[in-house]
């Protein structure tokens, strides 16, 4: 038989996680021919979650819970799911039901058929406000036209993956992620599916503008070094132009002499240009912060307990027994024996 682990990553979702564990048994105690594991991310949590999610653990053995020792985003709390996930196949859900578990059933069957990657893309983004969709088709167009890899609009991390895509993703050790651009950069059979995305259950989304802003700058350098390229070819063309405007004063002040005047012109352009240069500074700063964060090779994240067993500090959740043929943890593993 079959097993598909959902995985949900939950911060604060105390009010949610009732009608999610609901919703879920609906739809997968109609799917009979497969095994489920609920397996929970609890991304530090101060509220309920974390007592919300043994208690169901308690009476259902289907679910799982990482305990993550403190916050460390919805990224990271993916990729601990990832870890420590046992499923043949994983769909990730988020907690607060923006994204309907009734799709499952569809998801499962497009994996049958041999798809590796069945997303859901939003037909409409319902309880969102007009400035969040606009900046977000904004960001997707700009992100599209300078990133090689086909980034797909309009969808979240909603989707079923199957192991091998788990196992390519799991790969991709980096510390500032963007699992957004992985699943299409790990490329594999994709197929869309369709869907109307709820507004959130209760509480607030834990998304303001600040690390929307964040997230949005972190998918463009992390997938793409256009940025330090069009600096360049901007910094050519002021130059060709520098150039040539300079041989032309030389020529004027030849020809006609020199009448003293352009204080202001000469003002703008030196502001214009030192403008210039400390937004080029800051992309080529924007780059090097990653390299300096990339070489740290931290560890993702730490793990607290996983399924009631208290995790050493030993990373990746390596103390527990789950299915992995991660190259780079075996390595690590070997370390500890
Ligand atoms: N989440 C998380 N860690 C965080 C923030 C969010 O694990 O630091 C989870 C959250 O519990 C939810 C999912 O990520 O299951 C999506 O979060 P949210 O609904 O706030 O984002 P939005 O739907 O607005 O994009
Ligand atoms: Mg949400």
């Known amino acids: 038989m079959k097993t598909v682990t959902i995985l949900v990553p939950a911060y604060n979702e105390e009010e949610s996680l009732h009608h999610l564990y609901k919703r879920i048994l609906d739809v997968i105690t109609g799917l009979n021919e497969y095994e489920f594991e609920l397996l929970f991310v609890n991304d530090g949590s101060q509220d309920q979650t974390m007592p919300i999610i043994k208690e169901l653990r308690e009476v259902d053995p289907r679910v799982s819970y990482v ?3 403190r916050n460390f985003g919805k990224e990271t709390a993916m990729i601990a799911g990832f870890d420590h996930a046992k499923g043949d196949a994983l769909i990730i859900l988020d907690a607060d039901l923006q994204d309907p578990p009734e799709l499952i059933p569809e998801m499962i069957h497009y994996w049958e058929l041999g798809y590796d990657d069945v997303y859901a893309k939003r037909r409409s983004r319902k309880g969102e406000s007009w400035l969040k969709k606009t ?3 904004v960001f997707y167009k700009i992100l599209k036209k300078m990133s ?14 199957d192991r091998r895509c788990v196992e390519a993703i799991k790969k991709l050790r980096e510390t500032q992620r963007y699992t957004k651009g992985m699943f299409s ?3 594999y059979n994709k197929k869309e599916i369709l869907f109307d995305r709820d507004p959130r259950i209760s509480g607030e989304t834990k998304w303001n503008y600040g690390k929307l802003v964040d997230l949005a700058i972190e998918g463009v350098t992390s997938f793409t070094t256009a940025p330090l390229r069009i600096s360049s070819l901007f910094g050519v063309g002021v130059s060709i132009f520098a150039f040539i405007f300079m041989i032309w004063i030389i020529i004027k002040t030849l020809a006609f002499g020199d009448p003293v005047a352009g204080y202001p012109s000469l003002m703008s352009v030196i502001l214009f240009i030192g403008g210039i240069q400390l937004i080029v500074l800051g992309i080529i700063g924007e780059y090097l912060g990653r390299v300096f964060n990339e070489t740290k ?3 993702l994240y730490f793990v607290d307990e996983y399924n009631g067993q208290k995790a050493s500090n030993i990373p990746y959740g390596l103390n527990h027994e789950y299915r992995s043929s991660n190259h780079f943890e075996k390595e690590v593993q070997k370390r500890y024996e």
Do not use: C, K, Y
């Open 67 to 69: 305990d993550l020792s």
């Open 135 to 137: 900046t977000a088709s």
């Open 148 to 161: 090689q890899v086909p980034i797909q609009e309009n969808t979240g991390d909603f989707r079923l993956l």
């Open 185 to 187: 950069w790990v490329g």
């Open 297 to 299: 090779r931290r560890p």
